[in-house]
């Protein structure tokens, strides 16, 4: 049996997991892919740092381009993030007529056409699972067991540190910055965690779904982001009494012949199967006219899981089923794309919470600019705030009011807003999120 030989850009977490599976199990990996896999070069940054996995001297170099352009290389996988000099790398790796797998979501969200379009034209593939939701196999779902489906509509939690963020402020009722320090010490997050926290990170992979899904290419700029970075402890706990969960949810569905998308805090039924993902936990689901809703959940990041979805992509190359799907995949654009349907006329319902001044007239004001804006309110609630003696104390108490709204759109609730910013009761800054029942 002719080996598969395989070179590997970047040694970090998950590349040192696949090195690690690559080395000690090669018999199992020989019965999956029906033939050797052989690691034959590796690139790291520097050749003398010691690693958790044994590799054969020989084989490090701390030129990753001579890894892309080796003869004795047939498969680049890819897995130092980021945009350059990893697309630079990639294709150089498909100009010497060699396949590449990557878990690089930030360069596929940004130069996939590009790419992609490289590829086919060089008869060679990109494979990607990792670089969508970690361990869950949602492109080979789509590209392979749902083909004969028209995917109607997409919804997923795509970042496991920020689902891990909010379960831990709801369930241990800690503080934002509480929740973000324990991520980090888990290994959940990053020093910097800003792409987690404030959505990124979910919106790039719902670009890379949406073009699988739908045959659109979009950036996160064209579609509502919003992170939980912004998000109180006090909004989980309304959100819960009301009974939903709050998760950062990624939005692609069919409405009248439009993409309706968004990546945002979203209130859902505690009823869903979404709403129960717990921890660093991650779940697709997808509805498909043929097949209705289906739900995918695993971990969608962290060494092994990753280094899994790696491995499964090495294994389809061996065998020729990556290059098959890639060619029936709608890449680079052949298919008419289904437009992004504008914001503003998003339809859906809304959670408000406005910390207003305990004093007359003060929910009046703000339902009477909701009503000015046709937004009807399906519940209202204000606890009871603490008796003040006009005597003696000074000031008026601050109180959190929650409003539930009817159906509406998002050009109406954007109009609304800039006339409750006006609103000498309502205190910056208040609260906006969608819901989805």
């Given amino acids: 049996m002719q080996p598969l030989r395989v070179g590997l850009i970047g040694l970090g977490t998950v590349g040192s997991g696949v090195a690690k599976v690559l080395i000690e199990h090669p018999e199992r ?21 010691p690693r958790n996995v044994s590799l054969p001297g020989n084989i490090l170099t701390d030129d990753p381009r001579a890894v892309a352009v080796d003869p004795s290389v047939d498969v680049v996988i890819e897995l130092i993030g980021g945009q350059s000099p990893a697309k630079e790398l990639v294709l150089t790796a498909l100009e010497a ?22 590829a086919r034209n060089a008869g060679r593939c990109i494979a990607f699972e990792a670089a969508i939701a970690g361990g869950i196999p949602v492109v080979h779902v789509l590209g392979q067991a749902l083909a004969g489906n028209q995917v109607t509509a997409i919804e997923a939690i795509l970042n496991g540190t920020s689902n891990f963020i909010l379960c831990e402020m709801l ?16 290994g959940f997050a990053e020093a ?28 996160p700029e064209c579609f509502p982001q919003q992170g939980i970075d912004t998000l109180d402890l006090t909004d989980l706990q309304y959100a819960n009494e009301l009974g939903y969960a709050v998760k950062l949810l990624a939005t692609a569905k069919l409405v009248n012949g439009r993409l309706e998308m968004h990546t945002q805090p979203t209130l859902i039924r505690r009823a869903r199967p979404l709403a129960q993902v717990d921890g660093a936990y991650n779940m697709v689901a997808l509805t498909g006219d043929a097949v209705g809703p289906t739900w995918l959940s695993g971990q969608g990041a ?8 790696v491995l499964s992509d090495l294994i389809d190359v061996a065998i020729g089923r990556a290059q098959s799907t890639f060619a029936r995949l709608d890449l680079w654009g052949e298919r008419s794309p289904v437009p992004v349907q504008p914001a503003e006329e998003i339809y859906r ?8 001044e305990d004093r007359p007239h003060v929910i009046a004001d703000i339902t009477g600019i909701l009503g000015n804006h046709a937004i009807s309110l399906a519940s209202v609630i204000q606890h009871e705030a603490p008796e003040i003696d006009d005597e003696t104390d000074s000031g008026t108490p601050l109180v959190p009011l929650v409003i539930m709204t009817h159906r ?14 006006q609103l000498a009761s309502v ?11």
């Avoid at 690691?39 to 003398?48: M, N, S, T």
């Avoid at 979910?202 to 949406?210: D, E, I, S």
Wanted: include cysteine; proline fraction near 5%; aromatic fraction near 6%.
């Fill in 29 to 49: 990996m020989t019965h999956r892919a029906g033939r050797p896999l052989e690691l034959v070069r590796v690139a790291v940054r520097d050749v003398q740092k």
């Fill in 97 to 118: 007529g060699k396949d590449v797998i990557t878990a690089n979501k930030a360069l596929l969200c940004a130069e996939g056409t590009v790419l992609f379009t490289r």
């Fill in 171 to 186: 369930d241990r009722g800690e503080s934002y910055e509480d929740a973000v320090r324990k991520a980090q010490a888990l």
């Fill in 192 to 219: 910097d965690p800003a792409m987690d926290v404030d959505g990124t990170d979910a919106a790039q992979k719902l670009c890379l779904l949406t073009q699988l899904a739908f045959g659109t290419r979009v950036t």
């Fill in 302 to 309: 962290g060494q092994m899981p990753t280094a899994s979805a």
């Fill in 349 to 356: 319902r809304y959670y408000l919470r406005f910390p207003v």
């Fill in 408 to 421: 509406t759109r998002e050009g109406q609730i954007r109009d609304a807003s800039v006339e409750l910013n």
């Fill in 427 to 437: 205190k910056q800054p208040w609260v906006c999120m969608p819901v989805s029942d």
